[in-house]
């Protein structure tokens, strides 16, 4: 039973270039939610995707932005990076019911120069 | 607004020792569920335990064990008998359910270090 992916792992930008982040849910999961750990701090939420539409968002601005698609795989989009947006960036999943249990996926660790 | 707070940031025992960790949570809600996650080195969030506002009730898992005290918005886990392999960050996380809101709050987390 494959756990929660996510690609890459490490990823180098420099200010004000565009990243995209992957990650593929839990098998039997179709939901996906995008979280953001700065160093030494909890995660804290961005948004999540349900049925291919974001359902929930966190305050984050609009650079920010997903999808998901039919496979209930997500992206995650960041543009216009700046140096504040390193960090690890962590992919759950879940079953759509509302108080079901979110799994993580290893995250990647993006570095902005 | 949601929030957590775990109050000591890094934990030292010697292995073999137990360790308690505190959160103590905020929610306007009647309906949430509160959650404890490992972290290890590697960065992959573990979930470990999960319990609703509707049950008190408190259980061991194991080396694992809990106590959710609604009273004092408190849910507390200790790891018995610590082992090296425990070593990692712990977060209490919390969930509110009211609404469709079931986005996780995390706290800053607690760094648990056991010397062998």
Do not use: M
């Not at chain 1, 996906?32 to 701090?41: D, F, K, N, P, T």
């Not at chain 1, 999808?67 to 209930?72: E, G, I, M, S, V």
């Not at chain 2, 259980?59 to 106590?67: A, L, P, Q």
């Amino acid at each position: 039973d494959a756990g929660v992916t996510q690609s890459p792992t490490h990823l180098i930008k420099t200010r004000g270039q565009q990243v995209t982040l992957r990650c593929s849910p839990k098998s039997g999961h179709d939901t996906v939610s995008w979280y953001q750990q700065a160093l030494g701090q909890g995660p804290q939420f961005i948004f999540q995707y349900y049925e291919e539409e974001e359902r929930q968002r966190g305050n984050f601005p609009d650079r920010f932005s997903g999808h998901q698609f039919p496979n209930y795989s997500s992206e995650l989009n960041v543009n216009a990076l700046l140096l504040g947006d390193s960090a690890l960036y962590l992919c759950a999943s879940s079953s759509p019911g509302i108080a079901d249990t979110q799994y993580f996926g290893p995250g990647t660790r993006l570095t902005v120069l | 607004a949601q929030k957590v707070t775990q109050a000591q940031t890094e934990i030292s025992v010697v292995e073999k020792e137990d360790v308690t960790l505190d959160c103590v949570y905020e929610t306007r809600d009647t309906t949430y569920y509160l959650f404890w996650y490992k972290q290890p080195p590697s960065g992959e969030l573990v979930f470990l335990i999960r319990r609703n506002s509707f049950d008190e009730q408190n259980e061991i898992s194991g080396r694992y064990s809990w106590n959710f005290q609604k009273s004092t918005s408190s849910f507390n886990f200790t790891i018995t008998a610590s082992q090296v392999v425990d070593s990692a960050v712990y977060f209490c996380a919390l969930s509110e359910v009211n609404y469709g809101n079931n986005r996780l709050a995390f706290g800053k987390g607690n760094q648990v270090v056991v010397i062998p």
